[in-house]
C-alpha cells in the first residue's frame, strides 16, 4: 500500500521578499519530502520596487508591479497565512500573531524587509508620503493624481531611488498637462553617494535638465502640513511631499532574543544563519551580514535567493552551509524618464538610451520567473473499458462524473492522541477567551467525549441539526476552522433555527506531536471564534488522524415548531420575490486557484466572504416575514433556487441574471473556461430556459449563466419574500455591509428555472 509521507518538519518563510521568492519557488522545483512549507506574510501580493518609478511614471500596471504569492504558494504546495506578524519566540520556534494562535516552525526564513524611518524627522509621520510600505504608497498615490495633481512637490531623499521618483514624478505631470514645481533634499553633499562621482554627475544634469531643483547639504528638521522646516531655521512650503528615506527595522524585533546589529536589524553569519539561533535565516533589508556590510538594496536580496535556498537545505540535512559574500561592485541602472538611463558599476558611470531598454529586460525577466508560474495538468481518468460495457469515454455521462474531472476541487483510523488534543484545545479556548469570547461558550477542560448530552429545547420549540465537514479548501489552518465552522452554522441559519451547540468532526494528516498539536490548535481557535460570536458551545467532537486535513462541524440549534408546509400559490407570484445575501463565485476561483489562474486579490476576496457568517441575515429574514430559506452550497444557486420554490408550491423561478451579485475574478474566469469539477454535474440537474435573455451571446454572457452552476462553500442565505419586505431587507443588509440582492420571483406557471435580463 502507496503511504503518503507524514510531515517530519516545518519550514516557515516569514514574508514575501526578493530572496525568500527564489528559495520558495527552489523547494517547489525539487521538494523534499516530509517537509512542509508555510508562507506568512502580512499581504498576499509582494512588490518589486526596481519597478516602482515605472509604475510612476505609467509604464507599468499594478500587475506588473507585484508577484502574486497565492500563485507562489499553490505552485509550491505551501500553506499561506496572510496576517501580520507580531513577534517570534526564537527559542520556543513560534511565531507569535495578536489575533491568532502561535505558529509552530522547525526552520525559519525571514525576509519581511524594513519599515521607513519616520520617526527620524520630526511630523514626517503625520505629512509626508513614504515610498514605503508600497501598497500605502500606491493608495496616497493615485489619491493624489484624482484629486488633481498638487503643484507644489517636495521628494526627501538624494539616493538613487529618490531621484528615479523625482524624474518619475516629474515625467507623469507632464505627460498629464501639468508643470510642477519639484525640489529634491538632500542631506549628503551629492546625489547617490553610494554610486560612481560620475554617475552622481548625470543624476545632477538629468534632474536640472527636467527642471527639477536640487538642494543638497539640506538637514530637515521638522515637517508640518504644508512646509518642511531646516536646521538653518529656514523653511520651505509644499503640497506634497514624498519621502524616500533609510528604513528601520520593525520594532518588535528588539522583543524576541535573536541577535541583532546596532541598528535594530537581525544579525546574521555569511551563511544568511542567525548569529543567535541556528535554525533561524534571515536575508534582504531587515538581515545585517557580519563582517560584509553593503547598503540595503534590492540587488543584493536577488542574488541572495539562491545562497538563501541552498543552506536551508544544507541545514535541513546536516551539511555545511555555504558562505557568502555580497559583491563590492555591482551594475545599477536608474532611469531618467526621458528615453534614457544612467547606469553605475564601480567607480564607471555612463547615460544612454539603450539602457533604459536593458534595465526592463532585466526587470521584466525577473518577474517572469514568479508571473509566469503554471503547474501541468494531469491526465484524466479513464473508465477500465473490460468492466463497462457501455463505455464511451466522450460520454456526457463520463464528462458530468467528478471521478473523470482533471484536477478534483477542495471546499464542499487513527485517533489524534490525548497528548494533542488536550494540549491544542487548552491553547485554544486560553486564546479565544483573551480574544473576549464568553469563557461559558468554551468546551470543559479534558473534553474527550464524541458525544454530548444536550438540554431539550424550549416549550414549543423542536431540535433543528446538520452537519458539515469541510476539505482543505484553503491552507491557512487557522482560517479553515473558522470557515469550517461558519459554514456549517449556515445550514441552521438556513433553517431559521438558533444553533446552540457543536461538536467538532477533525480529521489531521500524519505529523510528529508538535506539528500536529500546532495544526489543531489553529484549526480549533478559529472554530471556537466562529462559535463563540454565533453563541454557541463546543461541546465535543471526534478527531482521528491519516490522510487529507478535513474539518467540519455538528451543529445543533431550535426553531419555533410550525405547522405544515402550505403553499402560497394564492399570492401572485410577481409580490413573491427571491433575495441572495451573499455574492456567488467561491467554487471557480478556488478552482482556479488551484490551477493557478486566479489573481490573489481574487482569492483574498473569496476566503474574506467564506468567514462571513449568515447569522445576520438569519435575523433580518425572520424581522421581514420570510416565507421560506435555504443556503447556497454546493449545489450551486440553480438548484437551490429551484428545491425553494417547488417547496413553497411554486412549478419554478425566474432570475434575473444581470442581479446577481458576484465576487471579483467570478466571471473572468469562468469566461476562460475554468469550472469547479461539480460544476457539470449541477448543471445537469436544472432544468433552464434561457429564452427570456436579451443580449448578444459571448463569453461573459455565457459567464453570467454558467455562474449558475458554480457550487458555493459557505455561501448567503437565499430567501423569498414579499415584494416590499424583500425591498427593505436588501436596504437593511446594505448598511450591515452584506452585497445582497433581489434577483428572482417564484414561478407559478412555468416548470424549472427561467433566465431574464440583458447582458
Known sequence: MKREPPILADLVFLGGGHAQIAAIK?????????????????????????????????????????????????????????????????????????????????????????????????????????????????KAFDDLLAAGLPKRLAVIGGGAAGCELALALNKRWRDHGASPEMTLYSRSTRLMPQMAPRASHLMFAALLDSGIKIQLGRAIEKIDAGQIRFSDSTSKTFDACFLVSAVRPPRWLSTTSLALDDSGFIAVHPTLQSKSHANIFAAGDVATISGSPRPRAGVFAVRAGPVLAKNLRKYLHGHALKRWSAQRRYLAIIGTADNGAIASWGQFGVKADGLLALKYWIDRRFMAKYQQLSMPTPPAPQPFAGLDSDFDGDSPQHHRDPVFATMRCLGCAAKASHTVLANALEDAVSLAVSNGADPALMPEAGIETDAAIMASPPAGYQLVQSVDVLSEIVSDPFMLGRIAAVHALSDLYAALATPTSALAIINLPEANLSIQTNQLTQILAGGLFALSEAGVKLTGGHTSEGGALSVGFSVTGHSKQKRPATPVINVSGDDLVVVLTKPLGTGVIMAGHMQLFAKAQWV???????????????????????????????????????????????????????????????????????????????????????????????????????????????????????????????????????????????DFTNAGVHLTGSM
Open 26 to 138: 527552489s523547494f517547489a522545483m525539487n521538494p523534499v519530502p516530509g517537509l512542509r512549507l508555510t508562507i506568512v506574510t502580512a499581504n498576499i501580493r509582494t512588490p518589486y520596487s526596481g519597478m516602482l518609478p515605472a509604475y510612476v511614471e505609467g509604464v507599468w500596471d499594478d500587475d506588473d508591479l507585484h508577484i502574486d504569492l497565492a500563485h507562489l504558494a499553490q505552485f509550491s504546495g505551501a500553506r499561506l497565512i496572510v496576517a501580520p506578524c507580531s513577534g517570534i519566540d526564537a527559542d520556543g520556534h513560534k511565531l507569535l500573531f495578536d489575533d491568532r494562535p502561535p505558529l509552530h516552525f522547525d526552520i525559519l526564513s525571514i525576509n519581511i524587509g524594513g519599515q521607513p524611518d519616520l520617526g527620524a524627522i520630526e511630523g514626517a509621520a503625520d505629512h509626508v508620503i513614504p515610498v514605503k510600505p508600497i501598497a500605502e504608497f500606491q
Open 604 to 746: 483574498d476576496g473569496a476566503i474574506r466572504q467564506m468567514a462571513v457568517s449568515n447569522q445576520q441575515a438569519a435575523k433580518h429574514f425572520l424581522k421581514k416575514g420570510v416565507f421560506a430559506a435555504t443556503d447556497i452550497t454546493g449545489f450551486g444557486l440553480a438548484r437551490h433556487a429551484q428545491n425553494l420554490s417547488l417547496r413553497l408550491g411554486a412549478s419554478g423561478c425566474q432570475l434575473d441574471l444581470s442581479s446577481l451579485p458576484l465576487l471579483d475574478g467570478a466571471l473572468a474566469l469562468l469566461s476562460s473556461g475554468i469550472r469547479s469539477s461539480l460544476h457539470d454535474q449541477n448543471r445537469a440537474a436544472v432544468q433552464i430556459d434561457a429564452s427570456g435573455l436579451r443580449g448578444d451571446s459571448g463569453t461573459q454572457f455565457d459567464a453570467h449563466v454558467e455562474m449558475l452552476f458554480d457550487p458555493q462553500t459557505s455561501g448567503g442565505l437565499l430567501g423569498v419574500f414579499p415584494r416590499d419586505a424583500a425591498n427593505r431587507l436588501v436596504t437593511t443588509l446594505h448598511k450591515d455591509g452584506q452585497s445582497a440582492a433581489i434577483i428572482g420571483t417564484l
